[in-house]
């Protein structure tokens, strides 16, 4: 994707929280979120995003999602679900060394009430076994509504550390 990357909001974590809110989606332009270095304080642990409206993450059953899971430790899989709570496109990951999450989310159509928003993301990780692995995939919202950000969490505990910066790609 070409374009240049304007900074819209960005958090750095370095004592626990529940989640990360990014907003100021104000455009119809794409948007990418940059995660680097998140760390769940529970082990075992799934990055899950929700869309913001009005600044409030929407947790309706209105997320489908599929990816390609491709693992430095066995054969590669699919990954995919409809009608859930949030989107679950990143690997397991954990508290051991080196254990934690990086990836790109590119945010489609987040601004515009007419359309479905939808994500794709790229992302690697050192699973809670240690591995490497990452997803290649995307994600929809089946619900039509201005979405002005995302929200990020782990299904259980907190962010116990990350970097999470939201972009306009221009």
Request: hydrophobic letters at 30%; charged letters at 10%.
């Amino acid at each position: 994707m070409a374009g240049q990357l304007i900074q819209v909001a960005t958090e750095t974590v370095t004592s626990a929280v529940a989640s990360v809110t990014l907003t100021g989606i104000d455009s119809d332009d794409v948007y990418m979120v940059a995660m680097n270095n998140v760390v769940p304080s529970n082990d075992t642990q799934l990055v899950q995003v929700r869309v913001t409206e009005s600044g409030t993450p929407n947790s309706t059953s209105n997320y489908d999602y599929a990816f390609k899971q491709m693992k430095g430790n066995t054969t590669f899989s699919n990954g995919s679900s409809t009608n859930q709570s949030a989107w679950f496109i990143f690997s397991y990951t954990g508290t051991g060394a080196n254990e934690s999450t990086n990836g790109l989310m590119y945010l489609y159509n987040f601004n515009n009430a007419s359309e479905y928003s939808f994500v794709t993301v790229e992302e690697s990780t050192r699973t809670n076994a240690g591995n490497l692995q990452g997803n290649q995939g995307g994600g929809v919202f089946t619900s039509t509504s201005s979405c002005n950000g995302v929200n990020l969490s782990f299904q259980t505990g907190n962010i116990a550390s990350g970097t999470f910066t939201l972009y306009k790609v221009v």
